[in-house]
T-cell receptor, first 113, second 113 residues
């Protein structure tokens, strides 16, 4: 089946630290990959995406590269801020038309000043 | 203007009751979804409608009945509520094929006592 596995949280870092949140996937086809972010009390919003191998998605200083050989899509940021504190979800999408996103379990990130 | 809005945001009710959650989107999207987020933040798709037609139904108990009166609205009715139904329910919408970008509402937290 199709699934997404993220690194276990919670993750706590100091401001300006380097961030990596690992994500690996299993898919029967050739998926598109996504990172969504959920800030406290809000719904999810798309952070970045990549639709084919070696594509790099980037937004707000975050980056992730679609690695087909390792079936991974790790999220990175060079210098985190307190405002980055949120829950981060890795997801894959295989269907055309109906966007059936399969989410990972989410990783809670807390950034301390 | 809120793009995807859900009501109510909070709902506390007794086991055995019937309740509804409403969702409206003003983005002009063709497809709407219901996702369930459990206490561990795990997100799973329940239903998806495209232009008022059901296109995804993910093995959800038939106590859950979605209704889409038009493509801008997708309501969720739950009969005979059980303790395990306690969760945050997110409505989302998307447009077109292959983008993978879903726009989420802020969620409706259902607590069954």
């Amino acid at each position: 089946g199709n699934s997404v596995t993220q690194m276990e949280g919670p993750v706590t870092l100091s401001e300006e630290a380097f961030l990596t949140i690992n994500c690996t996937y299993t898919a029967t086809g050739y998926p598109s990959l996504f990172w969504y972010v959920q800030y406290p009390g809000e719904g999810l919003q798309l952070l970045l995406k990549a639709t084919k191998a070696d594509d790099k998605g980037s937004n707000k200083g975050f980056e992730a590269t679609y690695r087909k050989e390792t079936t991974s899509f790790h999220l990175e940021k060079g210098s985190v801020q307190v405002s980055d504190s949120a829950v981060y979800f890795c997801a894959l999408n295989l269907l055309q038309g109906a966007q059936k996103l399969v989410f990972g379990q989410g990783t809670r990130l807390t950034i301390n000043p | 203007d809120t793009a995807v809005s859900q009501t109510p945001k909070y709902l506390v009710t007794q086991m055995g009751n019937d309740k509804s959650i409403k969702c409206e989107q003003n983005l002009g999207h063709d497809t709407m979804y219901w996702y369930k987020q459990d206490s561990k933040k795990f997100l799973k798709i329940m239903f998806s409608y495209n232009n008022k037609e059901l296109i995804i139904n993910e093995t959800v108990p038939n106590r859950f009945s979605p209704k889409s009166p038009d493509k801008a609205h997708l309501n969720l009715h739950i009969n005979s509520l059980e303790l395990g139904d306690s969760a945050v329910y997110f409505c989302a919408s998307s447009q077109g094929e292959g983008t993978g970008e879903l726009f989420f509402g802020e969620g409706s937290r259902l607590t069954v006592l």
